[in-house]
């Protein structure tokens, strides 16, 4: 069926690896239907490690975080979390600093997905990136940043909601 079709059509392009292909995708993720986002989807997921982690490092620096498209920038960031590199650690800095006076929830929501994704990387520069952000980064971010590192030290603080 066209699933099929759109599948293969969408491994082709993600294998690819370069941004125009994933400008493609996103472009397709964007315009087509429920059932097109949905065989794109079960393609990304399937990916390598190190594809997907190019792909969705490029959806969530480039794809808008709205609509249809905000299911898939939320498991993009979990799935950075268990793929993730230095490299990772960038775009969660950009995600870490992106604000939005209308979507507030949605935007403390992907918040969250990357705190935790920084925490499951756990590199040095993971961490330092979350103690940076426990350390100054706006209210509620600095709120996850500490909770996360207080789970990661073994000692909860009581006040900081992880």
């Avoid at 370069?18 to 995708?25: D, R």
């Avoid at 065989?39 to 975080?65: F, M, S």
């Avoid at 994704?117 to 990136?129: E, G, K, N, S, V």
Wanted: include cysteine; charged fraction near 25%; aromatic fraction near 4%.
């Amino acid at each position: 069926g066209s699933i099929s079709r759109e599948a293969h059509t969408t491994l082709a392009i993600a294998m690819m690896g370069i941004e125009p292909a994933y400008a493609t995708l996103v472009k397709s993720m964007l315009k087509g239907g429920a059932r097109t986002r949905a065989a794109i989807g079960l393609v990304i997921w399937k990916l390598p490690d190190e594809e997907q982690r190019q792909l969705l490092t490029y959806v969530v620096r480039h794809a808008p975080c709205t609509g249809d498209l905000w299911s898939i920038h939320e498991r993009a960031l979990q799935r950075l979390g268990a793929v993730g590199d230095r490299q990772t650690v960038a775009v969660l800095a950009e995600v870490l600093d992106r604000r939005s006076f209308w979507n507030r929830f949605r935007m403390a929501a992907l918040h969250r997905a990357a705190v935790d994704a920084l925490a499951q990387i756990a590199t040095p520069d993971a961490r330092r990136l979350l103690e940076q952000m426990a350390a100054d980064g706006p209210r509620a971010v600095r709120s996850l940043a500490k909770g996360r590192l207080a789970l990661a030290s073994g000692r909860p603080d009581p006040k900081v909601r992880a």
